[in-house]
Nanobody, 124 residues
Framework: QVQLVESGGGLVQAGGSLRLSCAAS????????LGWFRQAPGKEREFVAA????????YYTNSVKGRFTASRDSAKNTVNLQMNSLKPEDTANYYC?????????????????WGQGTQVTVSS
């Protein structure tokens, strides 16, 4: 069992930055690929980014490429999502999730464990 807790969300003006963190307990995250998803009110949950279990590979949805960066801190058993040049359309509840094994899954169904989410609001 893996417990995930996100933090770092908040209110920021357009063009600003936030750094989300996802802390894990229960098991080491080195056995899992980690994904970030987001869900805005009235919209479906969407994939944002994924990082492979050893951090050697990352993948981003087109709308955040060049602005968001996923990273891992194995010593702290956490993953981070640095979000720069934020836009109002980035406003959503952001979730981290863990998928066992190799790869960079983009399908939410491949993720076994989920955090409770952290709200990101970008004002125009």
């Amino acid at each position: 069992q893996v417990q995930l807790v996100e933090s770092g969300g908040g209110l920021v003006q357009a063009g600003g930055s936030l750094r989300l963190s996802c802390a894990a307990s229960g098991r080491t995250l080195s056995n899992y690929a980690l994904g970030w998803f987001r869900q805005a009110p009235g919209k479906e949950r969407e994939f944002v980014a994924a990082i492979s279990r050893y951090g050697s590979s990352t993948y981003y949805t087109n709308s955040v490429k060049g602005r968001f960066t996923a990273s891992r801190d194995s010593a702290k058993n956490t993953v981070n999502l640095q979000m720069n040049s934020l836009k109002p359309e980035d406003t959503a509840n952001y979730y981290c999730a863990a998928a066992p094994g190799a790869g960079l899954p983009m399908n939410a169904d491949e993720y076994y464990y989920w955090g409770q989410g952290t709200q990101v609001t970008v004002s125009s």
